[in-house]
């Protein structure tokens, strides 16, 4: 088979078939492999090749009351981040990784640092979420205190930070709203710090 061949193929996926656009774009870099490294070929553009159309989903958006019925069965850190990230906007691993200073209480607003895309944003304090929140402040500043004295350095700090500012990982400001509940080691027999 040529280019030609390949097309009337793939076309008949999309058009014929009904494939999705994943399936079919496998199915192309299946035979792709397979005239390079097996019949030792390359093949150029493809001409005239339909794309599968991708199918466009609505994303399911729990209601007010289902949001409030969800929030009354959780307690404690995990109702707190589930609020955050309702009220917020925040992503799992975002909630999970914001820092003491990524919290805002004047402006309202939480700094979500590379999220997405590697994209820093701002994004809402949830009103509801700012007593609790106080309170995992506090907590987790009282544990933080303790961890010094016991000679435990502090969190973790992002890419080349500690070479920059060699003592922000005891900066109260960067330690993790939701430290771990065990404090972790370094590969390289660092010593430990809490992480998330």
Not at 54 to 69: D, F
Not at 113 to 136: F, Y
Not at 152 to 165: F, N, R
Request: aromatic share 6%; net charge positive; proline share 6%.
């Amino acid at each position: 088979m040529g280019e030609e061949e390949i097309a009337a193929f793939l076309n008949h996926l999309a058009t014929m078939q009904n494939v999705s656009a994943s399936t079919q774009n496998q199915a192309l870099h299946s035979l792709l492999f397979l005239y390079r490294y097996v019949l030792k070929r390359e093949l150029g553009l493809v001409p005239g090749l339909a794309p599968a159309k991708r199918g466009r989903r609505l994303p399911i958006v729990l209601s007010v009351s289902e949001v409030r019925a969800i929030l009354s069965q959780m307690r404690g850190v995990p109702r707190l981040c589930a609020s955050l990230m309702y009220g917020g906007g925040l992503r799992l691993a975002e909630c999970t990784s914001l820092r003491v200073k990524d919290i805002d209480f004047d402006r309202g607003e939480i700094m979500v640092r590379v999220g997405k895309g590697d994209k820093d944003r701002r994004v809402p304090l949830p009103r509801l979420a700012i007593p609790a929140l106080r309170v995992q402040i506090e907590r987790v500043r009282s544990q933080f205190e303790k961890d010094l004295r016991s000679g435990i350095v502090g969190s973790v700090l992002p890419g080349a930070m500690e070479k920059k500012i060699s003592t922000a990982a005891r900066d109260w400001c960067w330690q993790y709203l939701f430290p771990s509940s065990r404090v972790y080691v370094d590969r390289e027999e660092a010593p430990a710090s809490p992480h998330p």
